[in-house]
């Protein structure tokens, strides 16, 4: 959506004049905008990017100091620029990688900016603001358009408000969602009257500059501090940015322009006093609404491989653990954002239900960040199946503790080498499936005992070894396993083996001496000879892609399998780095990791 309409790309940033009598320019692109037009094109929604990307950057800061509710993280404006930022940079390698011949269609520039959104999001604004974007181009993909009409547009802008208010687990009035509902109403209104697209625009942007000025009316906290919801602010300088895209002007009501240029002079009808408030929020003195003992953290990450029933699942235990519940997208990646006490509940709540990745926590409240400065050095306790994984994890300063089919450590052995470690806080790393309740029974009773113990939930060896490839023991306990848990969780992972016994599996009845593929715990390929069985296996884990293949070579491995399969994987994936290890593991004559 970010190519100009001459086919060359913008610049990052570009600057607003008041446009003279017989045309509307866009100073410092060298573009003449047509004439009002009947109908928005592919052109019209690039400019409304870049237009929207100026406007947020100009207002961001002072979005941030209007911020109050529902926690005052005063990042509201920076939240809904760095969305809207890195969508559009994300929209335009989409198109590179595509190699896209010419300026693309519309439908073409919705499927990719809705998508961008979603993976951009930050933080409420960010996420809400994602789907009332994405509403808009799925209207625009369901009806198959590359021009858009006036009750088409409409349309497209009530999705966005329908969708923006079932993100939100408690829809609170005088927020972005009322903003947005205002717009959608008027630009109803409009489209039923025979209104174009600029006049559809026109009353959505009417109806929510209203909107906006009544926000105080609907939330104390907002009339205590003298200002209009940050995000609704925000909102509307969206819906401002589309109409200036449609006719070259901005709001007559306004009088004003943004650029991304030097700090304009501010919006006085978004400060009810007239007072400007520092940033980063308001001192409201005592109140219902800002008490200091709301959740401490806000947790955001992006959530695959799930499905419907799933994320109804996690969206219940979510709303239990704390508020600001923000779970949408689908059907094959969600954006979850929700603020909790309990950071680590979240994320374990997230690998109940699929695979989460970009796992992001930050502290709501100053004590909530004193609680995550460590105590001391963080220490790491590892279970390790072979001798050279044991060397491998103990060369990474881990304390490790043998555990192997028919062998696997106990939660007793475990919480010894807790206290072992010395360290005030523990990272506990299981490494294997069987191995995960033991791990956290220990980690309790370690907890009991006054260490502070967390447990990643690493399923197999190359998760555990990506995890501690990012440990940091000078990190705060709570943010370093967050951090070790989102590199375990986002390597996929497989093996292969030899069947010792008949069984049904997912690939099918096998039987003494098959080669099983096991591809993220389950049995998924029969094969006859292990190397082409790890292949296979390697392709199902490479499909989504990958950068790095780790290959860790068992006990009972011959030279001749591991070199055979990094010289094939070489060959069908040369773009891969592929590391080989020799772990020495029983069992499982290779294991793989892909990251």
């Given at each position: 959506?970010?190519l ?7 610049r990052?940033?570009?600057s ?5 009598a ?30 929207a ?5 100009a ?7 209007l911020n ?5 993280d005063?990042?509201t404006?920076?939240n ?5 930022d ?8 989409a ?35 994602s ?7 799925e ?24 969708l ?6 408690h ?9 947005a ?5 008027a ?16 009353a959505a ?7 906006l ?21 925000g ?18 009501r306004?009088?004003?322009?943004l ?9 006085e ?12 929020g ?31 699942a ?18 094959d ?5 929700v ?19 970009r ?31 044991a060397a491998?994890l ?5 304390v ?24 005030g ?10 191995t ?10 370690a ?62 009845a ?17 094969g ?29 491995a ?13 060959r069908?994936h040369?773009?891969v ?10 069992t499982?004559?290779l294991?793989i990791?892909?990251?």
């Amino acid at each position: 959506m970010l190519l100009r309409p001459d086919g060359g790309r913008p610049r990052n940033r570009i600057s607003l004049a008041e446009p003279e009598a017989g045309g509307q320019n866009v100073s410092g692109e060298g573009d003449t905008l047509p004439d009002v037009p009947d109908a928005l094109t592919a052109d019209d929604a690039r400019h409304w990017t870049v237009l929207a990307r100026a406007a947020l950057a100009a207002r961001r800061t002072e979005i941030d100091a209007l911020n109050v509710f529902p926690v005052p993280d005063g990042d509201t404006g920076t939240n809904l620029y760095l969305t809207m930022d890195a969508a559009i940079d994300e929209v335009v390698a989409a198109h590179e990688r595509a190699g896209t011949a010419g300026p693309p269609t519309l439908r073409q520039e919705c499927r990719m900016l809705a998508r961008a959104m979603l993976l951009s999001a930050r933080g409420n604004s960010g996420v809400i603001t994602s789907q009332l974007v994405g509403g808009v181009c799925e209207v625009v993909l369901e009806e198959d358009v590359d021009v858009v009409d006036g009750a088409c547009l409409a349309r497209a802008i009530t999705r966005g408000a329908e969708l923006a208010r079932a993100s939100v687990a408690h829809p609170q009035e005088g927020t972005i969602l009322t903003v947005a509902d205002a717009a959608a109403a008027a630009s109803r209104a409009a489209a039923e009257e025979g209104g174009g697209v600029t006049e559809v625009t026109g009353a959505a942007v009417t109806a929510a500059q209203a909107a906006l000025e009544r926000t105080p009316e609907q939330l104390p906290a907002l009339a205590r501090a003298g200002v209009v919801d940050a995000g609704g602010a925000g909102c509307v300088l969206l819906l401002e940015s589309l109409h200036r895209a449609l006719t070259g002007s901005w709001s007559r009501r306004s009088g004003e322009l943004l650029s991304a240029g030097p700090p304009l002079q501010r919006r006085e009808e978004w400060h009810v006093r007239g007072v400007l408030p520092a940033a980063g929020g308001h001192d409201l003195g005592a109140g219902p609404d800002l008490e200091e003992d709301g959740p401490a953290y806000e947790v955001m990450y992006l959530l695959e491989e799930s499905d419907a029933a799933r994320v109804s699942a996690l969206r219940e235990t979510l709303d239990g653990l704390g508020d600001s519940l923000l779970l949408v997208g689908g059907p094959d990646l969600w954006n979850v954002h929700v603020h909790v006490d309990d950071a680590g509940a979240a994320v374990e709540a997230g690998i109940e239900a699929g695979r989460p990745r970009r796992i992001r926590v930050t502290a709501l409240r100053p004590e909530a960040e004193r609680r995550r400065r460590p105590v001391d050095e963080v220490g790491v306790v590892a279970c390790a199946a072979g001798p050279g994984i044991a060397a491998l994890l103990e060369g990474a300063g881990a304390v490790v503790v043998p555990s192997a089919p028919g062998a696997r450590a106990s939660a007793g052995q475990l919480l010894e080498a807790v206290l072992r470690t010395g360290a005030g806080g523990v990272v506990l790393l299981p490494n294997d499936g069987d191995t995960l309740l033991a791990a956290e029974g220990a980690a309790k009773a370690a907890r009991e005992e006054g260490v502070a113990t967390l447990v990643v939930p690493a399923r197999t060896a190359v998760q555990g070894i990506a995890a501690l490839a990012v440990h940091d023991a000078a990190r705060p306990l709570e943010e370093d396993a967050l951090a070790m848990t989102a590199a375990a969780v986002a390597t996929r992972h497989g093996a292969v083996t030899v069947a010792v016994k008949e069984a049904l599996t997912w690939a099918g009845a096998c039987r003494p001496g098959d080669v099983l593929g096991v591809v993220d715990g389950d049995v998924a390929l029969l094969g006859e000879d292990l190397a082409a069985t790890a292949g296979a296996v390697l392709d199902r884990l490479l499909a989504p892609g990958g950068e790095l293949v780790t290959l860790v070579s068992g006990a009972d491995a011959e030279p001749a399998l591991v070199a055979g399969v990094a010289a094939g994987l070489q060959r069908s994936h040369p773009e891969v780095e592929v590391v080989v290890l020799d772990g020495g593991q029983p069992t499982y004559p290779l294991l793989i990791g892909v990251e």
